[in-house]
């Protein structure tokens, strides 16, 4: 009988031991599609997004991967990758280390944030952007900012941006940004917000002083489990309107 005690409770320690050494880990990949949507003509499948994110204990990875489709040939053909790592506070996401690189033929770019207590604190871009007729980013606005990957993970958060009422500002290593949500149109089938992209800096002096607004929506549907779900959202790259949406 003292046998049989002392294997139950060896078994209840190796057990409790195993659940204390045990991370809790997630996995989850995503795919995405992007559109053009040129002035007079329909939407073209442009690029593919591939994004996974891993989570063990409150430590993140979120990597992506963009490549073009091939169908068109106009559109930027470069292939890009990279991740953000971070950790959940609370479930806020709160960014470690950003790194983008770009690749097209012979050419290469390389783009590296750390942060430091969710503020950029170091910034590494090889070769550099040519800076001289934009408008200039300051320290402070980089270090107030996030990336763009950071930013793409929020907004297809619905916990994130429920009640549509937060500005995200972004830093991609050129341009400084602003993403406005705003008004938020409910119902049984879908949740949205407007998404207004205003310049800070980083642009042409006349594209700042213009100050045109670009204004769409970012949309969500209830999925099969009644809850909301990142649907798409429309975002502008030189003059061109991209739609993302989930596969």
């Known amino acids: 009988m003292k046998h049989s005690n002392y294997n139950i409770s060896l078994i209840s320690l190796t057990i409790v031991l195993f659940l204390t050494l045990t991370k809790f880990s997630l996995s989850k990949q995503e795919n995405y599609s992007v559109f053009a949507k040129l002035p007079l003509l329909c939407e073209m499948e442009v690029q593919y997004i591939k994004t996974d994110f891993t989570s063990i204990d409150d430590k993140i990875k979120y990597s992506y991967h963009v490549s073009p489709t091939k169908i068109v040939d106009f559109f930027d053909n470069k292939i890009s990758s990279g991740f953000i790592l971070g950790k959940l506070e609370k479930n806020n996401l709160v ?59 929020l907004i297809t958060d619905f916990e994130f941006i429920k009640n549509c009422n937060k500005t995200i500002k972004v830093y991609d290593g050129k341009r400084r940004y602003d993403l406005i949500l705003s008004k938020p149109i409910v119902n049984d089938l879908s949740y949205s917000c407007t998404l207004t992209h205003q310049k800070i800096a980083g642009y042409k002096p006349e594209k700042i002083a213009e100050n045109k607004l670009y204004v769409s929506d970012l949309i969500f549907l209830v999925n099969d489990k009644k809850s909301y779900e990142f649907n798409e959202v429309s975002l502008r790259n030189n003059n061109t309107d991209l739609i993302i949406r989930k596969n």
């Open 95 to 153: 960014t470690e280390e950003y790194f983008f690189k770009s690749e097209k033929e012979d050419f290469k770019r390389e783009i590296q944030f750390i942060y430091s207590d969710g503020l950029i604190e170091e910034v590494n871009i090889e070769p550099n952007y040519d800076t001289s007729k934009i408008t200039n980013v300051s320290d402070i606005m980089i270090q107030e900012s996030i990336d763009p990957v950071s930013m793409f993970y």
